[in-house]
């Protein structure tokens, strides 16, 4: 697994989706290797997965495309059988792994090259990553049917999709949540990166013209994006709460108890968090962008991306909503988690594909 962060630390979407798919394979007998960068990952083993940790170059542009290919380099001379790049920017150098004959998989989570942090020079080289994905590697798979179907237009070639997950799992008592001054169901929550794409901003616009004691809980952090977290801070008024990065039993406690989740995002692939929270039976506020709706159309309601004014309409209308009615979409989201976006059988597709090129052979490119 080429292109996560790496492990323990599961920082963003791909990490999960290489810890939750990879975990799953070591425990079916497969001996899965990750590799991962400082600070994030620690040599060893973890999840039943080897963990290997190479070098980056820890800037915005470089960090993920710098190890991505020091994690090539090794792929070249050891023999895998499989290599599985995660992310258009590592799928720059699929084509590598496949014209030396390794079965090579590569997985397209976002489109990246859509978020405002970059450059032209690194739009056009993730746009290059993206064509790689799917051109030069011996199988391309895409996380929402909307993107696969784009690809596949675009590129004239096959794309598997295989949706990411998440786990049904009980709610935990809510304990370390109370240390953030919440009380259970008195909060709204969000999480993600600081990235203008997550659309906090609006979110913040929008929650300052409801008048409610409940609190507000934005999770995540602003790794090179630290103007656009003092942005945030500056907006919020004192309801709002930002416990910074979280996961393990906070981030769980958090799903399980809000009052409502709200995904406010301008920009998605397929939105893990939204999955984590309908998994708890957490009702969703989400914005009517095409890769939410995939997910929540018919057991969400809805706001125009980007209109504070709107957001704040949703707001209002899930604050005043029945108790009983809430109840009844987190009941309706956690059930179509359980029939279509389960971890295990995401990780059932990606073995299955794997078997397919093991016993087929890669395609030539």
């Not at 004959?101 to 397209?108: K, L, Q």
């Not at 913040?204 to 013209?209: D, G, M, S, T, V």
């Not at 801070?233 to 906070?250: E, H, I, N, S, T």
Request: aromatic share 10%; charged share 25%.
């Amino acid at each position: 697994m080429i292109g996560s962060r790496g492990l323990p630390l599961v920082y963003g979407g791909v990490e999960r989706h290489v810890a939750e798919v990879g975990s799953r394979l070591a425990e079916r007998g497969y001996d899965v290797t990750v590799f991962g960068r400082k600070p994030f990952s620690v040599e060893g083993y973890c999840l039943g997965m080897r963990v290997r940790v190479l070098p980056s170059i820890p800037t915005k542009n470089l960090e993920t495309a710098s190890n991505a290919l020091a994690a090539t380099m090794h792929v070249l001379f050891e023999p895998f059988d499989i290599v599985h790049y995660h992310g258009v920017g590592p799928s720059l150098f699929a084509w590598m792994s496949a014209a030396r004959g390794i079965a090579t998989v590569a997985t397209i989570h976002a489109e990246d090259y859509r978020q405002s942090k970059w450059g032209a020079g690194a739009r056009s080289l993730l746009r290059l990553g993206e064509k790689t994905a799917v051109c030069r590697s011996n199988a391309a798979i895409a996380v929402s049917r909307i993107m696969a179907s784009r690809l596949e237009k675009e590129y004239g070639r096959p794309v598997a999709y295989i949706p990411n997950g998440a786990a049904l799992r009980e709610a935990p008592p809510f304990d370390e949540a109370r240390a953030l001054g919440l009380e259970r169901g008195k909060y709204l929550f969000t999480v993600g990166r600081f990235i203008v794409e997550r659309g906090f901003h609006t979110l913040l616009e929008a929650f300052k013209n409801v008048p409610t004691d409940f609190r507000m809980v934005i999770a995540g952090d602003a790794r090179f994006e630290e103007n656009y977290e003092r942005r945030l801070k500056a907006m919020a008024d004192a309801r709002v709460v930002f416990p910074g990065y979280v996961a393990g039993r906070l981030l769980d406690e958090l799903y399980a108890h809000c009052a409502f989740y709200v995904l406010p995002s301008t920009v998605e692939g397929l939105p893990i968090s939204l999955l984590e929270a309908m998994s708890f039976s957490r009702p969703v506020l989400v914005s009517d962008i095409p890769e939410n709706l995939e997910i929540a159309e018919g057991i969400a309601p809805t706001f125009r991306s980007g209109d504070a004014g709107d957001l704040s309409r949703a707001l209002s209308g899930m604050l005043s909503a029945d108790p009983g009615e809430r109840e009844r979409m987190g009941a309706a989201g956690r059930d179509r988690v359980a029939r279509a976006y389960t971890w295990d059988h995401v990780t059932d597709e990606i073995e299955a594909l794997y078997r397919r090129l093991a016993d087929d052979g890669p395609r030539s490119n």
